[in-house]
């Protein structure tokens, strides 16, 4: 039921549609790593965006730290010097909480005050507990408890259907 | 039971006060904490938000001022609310035990101390006095310690070299008095380097060093060679209480690392000294500010590492 293909055709065209709408003037993209980076790559190349992607890792800004603690595999986030003023395209692959983007929020606002930010997720999925939405889709799908979501790539990105149990 | 006390139930780290009894394991983990925290400093805003709302204090009961800038500085990075207090100009002078000030720093609702004493064990006495909540670290006690430089060591060694299990590494100097000499020891053993050798006249070595799991050499021409990693110490002048040595320059003579004896060392060595550099006693200036010494590098990297550190010992606090 979940094409990656016809998914990333939907979010490219979903794409398109809001850079004319909300006037997106050489628009920074931004990819949350992992998942996120590797569909905001896709988009970076079909819409031919020339400034190199930007890339964020935001588990320095993760509201479960006390709980989760430090992950060794912190990579550093690559975003350019300049923030300030721009017209940012935040990319993540699942849409779940809201957590995470109200972190990527946090950070790309520490390196200076964007003049819009568009969200755009391959799937949003129910079980929101932020006051956040994505402005641009690829599809919403609705789980039952203890099922997850799961992107697999880079080479070749597909989507993945777990029940918990099944990864206990 | 240093042991017992540094990890929490979960294997997890709680107090900083030692090398020893620390698994290889967790080393590791720091050592790469660490790696994630490098690029910090290069963003406009240096900061991020792991540590926000909690209060470290830094409680130095000798001076330093490289130590405890850097902590201070990762304190800062991370977010954290920090003070610094040189407790020989405060309420300890007036007659105030330490497990005075203590009690009366938690009555602040503090989340960590980061402690430097003269008297070996002061940090590891705190953390068995202190609150549950509260995390401590060693930032140089006697001369037991001094776990965070042998860890900024480790790392800055581990950028340059990669892999420890193929590395000779000679430290050199005063290992008698030396904290350092004594966590690097114990963090080189652990991280497997192939060999650590130290250099030092009779008389600024510790009785039954071989027991540390070092070779031992009198000569510094002789000792240098194969070796990978230079590891320099600082004469410690303030601590020598009987006449350990002829003098200063003849010190420099027989153990001094000049560019001639650096020769001696594999091409590719470096030299790293924990500072302050006495120039002219242990190191020659030229060698000291030359191509091999990573000095420099080695105060960088002890702001990520203290970060690493405080960032590990503040997480999953509820869990004692």
Known sequence: MLEIHDLLNKLEDGLKRIIVERQLTNPLMIGIRTGGVWIAEQMHQRLNIIEPLGLLDISFYRDDFSQIGVNPNVKPSQLPPQIEGRDIILIDDVFYTGRTIRAALNEIFDYGRPNQVVLAVLIERDGRQIPLCPDCVGTHITLSAGQLIKLTGPEPLAIQLQTIDAVA | ?320
């Open chain 2, 1 to 320: 039971m240093i042991e017992n006390l540094q990890l929490n139930s979960k294997g997890k780290l709680k107090h900083f006060l030692s090398i020893e009894g620390l698994p290889k394991s967790l080393l590791t983990e720091i050592l790469d904490v660490a790696e994630s925290f490098v690029g910090i400093g290069d963003n406009q805003i240096k900061k991020v938000p792991l540590l926000r709302g909690k209060t470290i204090v830094n409680l130095f009961f000798e001076n330093s001022t490289r130590t405890r800038t850097t902590f201070e500085l990762a304190a800062n990075r991370l977010s954290a609310d920090v003070l610094s207090m040189s407790i020989s100009t405060s309420s300890t002078s007036k007659g105030e035990s330490l497990l005075d000030t203590i009690r009366n720093l938690e009555a602040m609702y503090v989340d960590m101390f980061v402690v430097r004493h003269s008297i070996s064990g002061a940090a590891h006495f705190i953390a068995q006095q202190t609150a549950p909540h509260i995390s401590v670290i060693n930032a140089g006690d006697g001369q037991h310690a001094h776990p965070t430089q042998a860890m900024l060591d480790m790392f800055t060694i581990r950028q340059i070299k990669k892999d420890f299990s193929m590395l000779r590494v000679a430290i050199i100097g005063d290992i008698l008095h030396s904290r350092v000499a004594r966590s690097q020891i114990q963090a080189l053993n652990t991280l497997g380097a192939a060999e650590v050798r130290v250099i030092a006249p009779k008389t600024l070595l510790p009785a039954h060093v071989e027991s540390l799991g070092v070779n031992v050499s009198h000569n510094l021409t002789a000792g240098l060679k194969d070796i990978d990693v230079i590891m320099m110490l600082r004469l410690q002048k303030e601590r020598m209480t009987s006449a350990l040595l002829p003098s200063e320059s003849e010190y420099f003579k027989c153990f001094g690392l000049t560019e001639e004896k650096l020769k001696i060392a594999k091409p590719d060595a470096i030299v790293m000294h924990p500072g302050p550099i006495n120039r002219g006693v242990e190191i020659d200036s030229k060698v000291a500010d030359g191509p091999q010494s990573v000095i420099l590098k080695q105060v960088s990297n002890g702001i990520a590492i203290r970060m690493a550190i405080m960032a590990m010992a503040m997480q999953k606090q509820g869990v004692s």
